[in-house]
């Protein structure tokens, strides 16, 4: 059974930092691209990143270029989203996705294995 579990959300203040950890099993994501989302109750999900199989390119929603990162080890199939200078607007639930395609992408439809998700709160 193939599983993306997400760990590492929590509460913070404003300006605070935090990283997210996305760790897979099941099967491999070596070839594969992966992706942070995130989405509030009644909202769309939103893009936050996306990185390519190798982490050669990585691509960021505008709204987060230069705060945020993210990054892979191949070698233990996990990604991570690393979180600086976290605004209270970034309150959601973030979700880590892999892709079917080793491309990195914005768009929600390449990514067919989803985690649960792990909640993130930025207090004012």
């Known amino acids: 059974q193939v599983q993306l579990v997400e760990s590492g959300g929590g509460l913070v203040q404003a300006g605070d930092s935090l990283r997210l950890s996305c760790a897979a099993s099941?099967?491999?994501?070596?070839?594969?691209?992966m992706g942070w989302f995130r989405q509030t109750p009644g909202k769309e999900r939103e893009f936050v990143a996306t990185?390519?199989?190798?982490?050669?390119?990585?691509y960021y929603a505008d709204s987060v270029k230069g705060r945020f990162t993210i990054s892979r080890d191949n070698t233990k199939n996990t990604v991570s989203l690393q979180m600086n200078s976290l605004k209270p607007e970034e309150t959601a639930v973030y979700y880590c996705?892999?892709?079917?395609?080793?491309?990195?992408?914005?768009?929600?439809?390449?990514?067919?294995?989803w985690g649960q998700g792990t909640q993130v709160t930025v207090s004012s």
């Open positions: 996705a892999a892709s079917r395609f080793s491309s990195e992408s914005s768009a929600s439809w390449p990514y067919n294995y």
């Open positions: 990185i390519n199989w190798s982490g050669g390119n990585t």
């Open positions: 099941g099967r491999t994501f070596s070839s594969n691209a």
